[in-house]
């Protein structure tokens, strides 16, 4: 279950319900988060980005960039054009008083078109500009630290380029704030709140959407010894976990394929809801053996697990993986083969 972005694994919506009914003998914890999804990438800059844009309508904005004036110098231009704007204002205003008192007045509509608007628009642009300059002025430079309207002597000579990449940087790493950094602090808590209970203590199963890695069956088996040599994998039948097999390419190229769609309100395409399940079913299937493996005990002489039911369990869960590897589809028959990606290939 969903819970948004409060609850996002829909934790807290099970620890509320084991309030009520009482505690679950299992959780299992599903999740589409990115594994090595990095939580911020410094964006391009911005001449470079122009620079290898090929649109027409860029070529004056490239130009502009190329000039690359300082801020000190766009402020000069900003006093040239509030100067012409009010001069505009003036000969509109002018023109108009001379058309209305003319031996031969114009029409209305005429006089609309060819002052009256005009004149509105240049005032409403000279008012946004007069309005701009006192807002940076008062409400920016006044908050620097220490320099207050001084600073103004160092921010001029600033850049255009230089400005705009600024504030293009601070945009872009606020959005990863709220999206990346937030949503991962967010699922950590949640995760930390049962973790931790030790009442759900051998109860909890997490499985991720990227559990099961394209790998040959050398290194996986390398780094599931790794993982029980490390401590990472705490297992009385390290064996058991050892004789699981690793993905198949068919496999591993559905699990890519749904592990590869970002955050969406919809899906885009008839494949990613189909992969979005055969990866969800095949993940769990992995990670309930891998939780068998971690905290039930075996039968040394007969290299079974001690409790039967957990031996039935283990051996339909050989079965269910054995037969993903085959078709990753099998528990959906109405969903064709043809929705394996065509490009996947072989992973490496």
């Given at each position: 279950?969903?819970?948004?972005?409060?609850?996002?694994?829909?934790?807290?919506?099970?620890?509320?319900?084991?309030?009520?009914?009482?505690?679950?003998?299992?959780i299992?914890?599903?999740?589409?988060?990115?594994?090595e999804?990095?939580?911020?990438?410094?964006?391009?800059?911005?001449?470079?980005?122009?620079?290898?844009?090929?649109?027409?309508?860029?070529?004056?904005?490239?130009?502009?960039?190329?000039?690359?004036?300082?801020?000190?110098?766009?402020?000069?231009?900003?006093?040239?054009?509030?100067a012409?704007?009010?001069?505009?204002?003036?000969?509109?205003?002018?023109?108009?008083?001379?058309?209305?008192?003319?031996?031969?007045p114009?029409?209305?509509?005429?006089?609309?078109?060819?002052n009256?608007?005009?004149?509105?628009?240049?005032?409403?642009?000279?008012?946004?500009?007069?309005?701009?300059?006192?807002?940076?002025?008062?409400?920016?430079?006044?908050q620097?630290?220490?320099?207050?309207?001084?600073?103004?002597?160092?921010?001029?000579?600033?850049?255009?380029?230089?400005?705009?990449?600024?504030?293009?940087?601070?945009?872009?790493?606020?959005?990863?704030?709220?999206?990346?950094?937030?949503?991962?602090?967010?699922?950590?808590?949640?995760?930390?709140?049962?973790?931790?209970?030790?009442?759900?203590?051998?109860k909890?199963?997490?499985?991720?959407?990227?559990s099961?890695?394209?790998?040959?069956?050398?290194?996986?088996?390398?780094?599931?010894?790794?993982?029980?040599?490390?401590?990472?994998?705490?297992?009385?039948?390290?064996?058991?976990?050892?004789?699981?097999?690793?993905?198949?390419?068919?496999?591993?190229?559905?699990?890519?394929?749904?592990?590869?769609?970002?955050?969406?309100?919809?899906?885009?395409?008839d494949?990613?809801?189909?992969?979005?399940?055969?990866?969800?079913?095949?993940?769990?299937?992995?990670?309930?053996?891998?939780?068998?493996?971690q905290?039930?005990?075996?039968?040394?002489?007969?290299?079974?697990?001690?409790?039967?039911?957990?031996?039935?369990?283990?051996?339909?869960?050989?079965?269910?993986?054995?037969?993903?590897?085959?078709?990753?589809?099998?528990?959906?028959?109405?969903?064709?083969?043809?929705?394996?990606?065509?490009?996947?290939?072989?992973?490496?």
């Open positions: 279950m969903d819970g948004g972005i409060y609850d996002n694994q829909g934790i807290e919506s099970i620890l509320l319900s084991e309030e009520r009914a009482g505690l679950l003998d299992m299992i914890m599903s999740d589409t988060d990115r594994q999804e990095a939580l911020f990438q410094m964006p391009d800059s911005v001449a470079g980005a122009a620079s290898q844009s090929t649109s027409q309508i860029n070529v004056m904005w490239k130009l502009f960039l190329g000039w690359n004036p300082t801020l000190g110098i766009l402020a000069w231009l900003s006093w040239l054009l509030l012409l704007c009010w001069l505009s204002v003036g000969a509109l205003g002018l023109n108009l008083w001379n058309q209305f008192n003319s031996p031969q114009s029409s209305v509509v005429w006089a609309l078109l060819t009256i608007v005009p004149l509105l628009l240049t005032v409403s642009a000279a008012g946004l500009l007069a309005l701009f300059r006192s807002t940076f002025k008062n409400k920016l430079l006044s620097v630290p220490q320099l207050q309207l001084a600073s103004w002597k160092y921010l001029s000579k600033v850049r255009l380029v230089n400005t705009i990449d600024m504030c293009w940087f601070r945009i872009s790493s606020l959005m990863a704030l709220t999206s990346n950094v937030f949503m991962k602090r967010i699922r950590s808590n949640g995760y930390r709140s049962i973790f931790q209970d030790p009442e759900h203590q051998g909890l199963v997490s499985n991720f959407i990227y099961i890695r394209t790998t040959s069956s050398k290194s996986r088996r390398v780094r599931q010894a790794d993982e029980i040599s490390a401590g990472a994998v705490e297992t009385q039948a390290p064996r058991a976990w050892m004789t699981i097999p690793p993905a198949s390419e068919r496999l591993c190229a559905v699990t890519e394929a749904a592990a590869a769609v970002p955050t969406l309100l919809w899906f885009q395409n494949e990613e809801l189909p992969n979005l399940v055969a990866t969800g079913q095949a993940t769990t299937c992995l990670s309930l053996m891998r939780f068998i493996s905290t039930r005990c075996i039968d040394e002489n007969s290299e079974a697990f001690a409790a039967p039911e957990v031996q039935e369990l283990w051996l339909r869960l050989q079965r269910d993986w054995a037969s993903f590897q085959v078709d990753p589809f099998y528990l959906t028959p109405d969903q064709s083969n043809d929705l394996i990606p065509a490009n996947s290939g072989t992973l490496s």
